[in-house]
T-cell receptor, first 116, second 118 residues
C-alpha cells in the first residue's frame, strides 16, 4: 500500500530557531502534497498545498514567510517553520496525493513540534 | 464553500454498546468524496472509508458500517458492539477544491471523541 513518511516524528526547539519537517511518499509519485496543522483537541486545518516544481499555495491566514514549503521532487516536500515561537507548537501532518488519482490521499504519521 | 459538521464533541459508551457518530456536510460540488478517519492518541490518522458522491450504497466492514444519504447530506458512522480499542477521535472529512483552488484537499469536521469503557 501507499506509504507516506514524515521526519522527524517529534522535535523540540528553542524560540527563534527554524525547524524543517520532511514529507516523503515512499512507493508512489505525488505531484501534490498537503500540509495540515492540528492544535491540541482540535481538528486538522489545511495550511498549504504543495505542487511539485511550483510555488506552494497557502490558505488564508497562513504566513508564507513563516512556513516555507518546498516540493523539490515527486516524492519529497519540506515544511520549514522559520523563527519558531511557542504558538507554533502543534502537530503537523502531511498528505500526498497519488499522481493521476485525485481523490486518493495518504497521510503521514505527523510531526509534533514543541517550541520552548 | 465546503463544511463538515460533527455535532457530537464527545461520546462515552460502555463496551458492547452500539454507537453512531454523526456527520453532516455542505458542498456545491456535484462530485465529491467523503471520508472517515480514526485518530488514536498516537496522532496518526487511520483511514476507515472513502465514499464518492455517486455511490449511496451503505457499507459494512466488520463492526463498522456507514450510512450515506445525499438527501440529508449526511454520512453517519456506526460501530456495533463497541470495544475499548475503539476509543479515539473520529473525523469525518470532505474532499474538494481548497480555498486557494489548488485542488482536492480535505476539509475536516471538528471530530468526535469516543470513549469506550469496560
Amino acid at each position: 500500500g501507499a506509504v507516506v513518511s514524515q521526519h522527524p516524528s517529534w522535535v523540540i526547539c528553542k524560540s527563534g530557531t527554524s525547524v524543517k519537517i520532511e514529507c516523503r511518499s515512499l512507493d508512489f509519485q505525488a505531484t501534490t502534497m498537503f500540509w495540515y496543522r492540528q492544535f491540541p483537541k482540535q481538528s486538522l486545518m489545511l495550511m498549504a498545498t504543495s505542487n511539485e516544481g511550483s510555488k506552494a499555495t497557502y490558505e488564508q491566514g497562513v504566513e508564507k514567510d513563516k512556513f516555507l514549503i518546498n516540493h523539490a521532487s515527486l516524492t519529497l516536500s519540506t515544511l520549514t517553520v522559520t523563527s519558531a515561537h511557542p504558538e507554533d507548537s502543534s502537530f503537523y501532518i502531511c498528505s500526498a496525493r497519488d499522481r493521476g488519482l485525485p481523490y486518493e490521499q495518504y497521510f503521514g504519521p505527523g510531526t509534533r513540534l514543541t517550541v520552548t | 464553500a465546503q463544511k463538515v459538521t460533527q455535532a457530537q464533541t464527545e461520546i462515552s459508551v460502555v463496551e458492547k454498546e452500539d454507537v453512531t457518530l454523526d456527520c453532516v456536510y455542505e458542498t456545491r460540488d456535484t462530485t465529491y468524496y467523503l471520508f472517515w478517519y480514526k485518530q488514536p492518541p498516537s496522532g496518526e490518522l487511520v483511514f476507515l472509508i472513502r465514499r464518492n458522491s455517486f455511490d449511496e450504497q451503505n457499507e459494512i466492514s466488520g463492526r463498522y458500517s456507514w450510512n450515506f444519504q445525499k438527501s440529508t447530506s449526511s454520512f453517519n458512522f456506526t460501530i456495533t458492539a463497541s470495544q475499548v480499542v475503539d476509543s479515539a477521535v473520529y473525523f469525518c472529512a470532505l474532499s474538494g477544491l481548497t480555498i486557494s483552488n489548488s485542488g482536492y484537499a480535505l476539509n475536516f469536521g471538528k471530530g468526535t471523541s469516543l470513549l469506550v469503557t469496560p
